[in-house]
C-alpha cells in the first residue's frame, strides 16, 4: 500500500472522528433543576430472562428515569462492550443544576464515573443519590442509534429494565438496586427499551 492511500485513510479517520466529536458536543441548558424528578423502579414480576447475543440476562426490575447526561463514555474493546458500547453518567434533582454542576469536575473511563469538588455547594449524600454511572445496553439497532446521538447536558428519558448478566465464556455483570451505593458495583446495568431526548 502506498503512502497516499495511507494518508487518504487517515485524513478519512480523522474526519470521522471530528464529525464525531461535533455531533455530541455537549449541550448547554439554562439554570435550575432541568430533570427533577427520582427515577422509578419496580418489581420485574414475571419477565422472563432476555437473550442478546452471547449474553444472557436476567431482568431485576422495572426501570424509568429522566435525567441530565452529566457525560458519555463509548467502549469498543473492553470485556463488556459487545453488550454495553457506552456508559451515561445521569444526574437529576440537585445535580442537574448548572449552578451545582459548575463546582463539580466530573469524568468517567475504565467503566466508573467519579467527581471532584473543592467545595461542595450541596451535601455529599446528594451528590451520591442523584447521580449514577449508567452502563446502557440498547435492546435493538433502533435504540443502539438513538443512544449513540446522546449529548452531555441533554435531559433524556430512558426506560427499560434492571438487568444481571452472564456471557456464555463466563463473563458476568451485575446491576445495582439502589442510588445510595458507591464504588465497584453500584452502577446501573440498563436494558434501554426506549429513548427520548426532552
Same mark, same amino acid.
Given at each position: ?12 479517520? @480523522? /474526519?470521522?472522528? *471530528?464529525?464525531? #466529536? $461535533? ?13 427533577? &424528578? ?9 419477565? @422472563?430472562?432476555?437473550?442478546? *447475543?452471547? $449474553? ?10 429522566? @435525567? ?6 463509548? +467502549?469498543? +474493546? ?17 445535580? !442537574? ?7 463539580? !469536575? ?6 466508573? +464515573?467519579? $467527581? ?13 443519590? &442523584? !447521580? ?13 442509534? #438513538? ?5 452531555? *447536558? ?15 465464556? *463466563?463473563?458476568?455483570?451485575?446491576? !445495582? ?9 453500584? /452502577? ?11
Amino acid at each position: 500500500m502506498n503512502w497516499r492511500i495511507l494518508w487518504l485513510i487517515a485524513v478519512a479517520l @480523522a /474526519c470521522l472522528q *471530528g464529525w464525531r #466529536q $461535533w455531533e455530541t458536543r455537549p449541550a448547554h441548558p439554562p439554570d435550575g433543576t432541568i430533570a427533577p &424528578h427520582e427515577p422509578v423502579q419496580t418489581d420485574p414480576e414475571s419477565v @422472563a430472562a432476555i437473550t442478546l *447475543g452471547h $449474553w444472557r440476562l436476567t431482568p431485576r426490575a422495572h426501570y424509568d428515569i429522566t @435525567a441530565r447526561v452529566l457525560g458519555r463514555e463509548d +467502549y469498543a +474493546y473492553d470485556r463488556l462492550a459487545d453488550l454495553v458500547p457506552e456508559d451515561l453518567a445521569l444526574g437529576w434533582g440537585p445535580m !442537574s443544576d448548572n449552578r451545582v454542576l459548575a463546582a463539580i !469536575s466530573i469524568s468517567q473511563s475504565a467503566r466508573f +464515573y467519579t $467527581w471532584h469538588a473543592t467545595t461542595l455547594p450541596i451535601p455529599v449524600q446528594d451528590v451520591v443519590e &442523584h !447521580s449514577a454511572n449508567t452502563h446502557v445496553i440498547p435492546v435493538d439497532a433502533a435504540v443502539r442509534a #438513538q443512544l449513540a446521538h446522546i449529548r452531555p *447536558g441533554e435531559v433524556v428519558h430512558l426506560s427499560g429494565l434492571l438487568v444481571d448478566g452472564v456471557r456464555d465464556d *463466563g463473563a458476568w455483570i451485575r446491576t !445495582s438496586l439502589t442510588r445510595s451505593d458507591t464504588g465497584a458495583g453500584a /452502577c446501573e446495568v440498563m436494558l434501554v427499551e426506549s429513548v427520548e431526548v426532552l
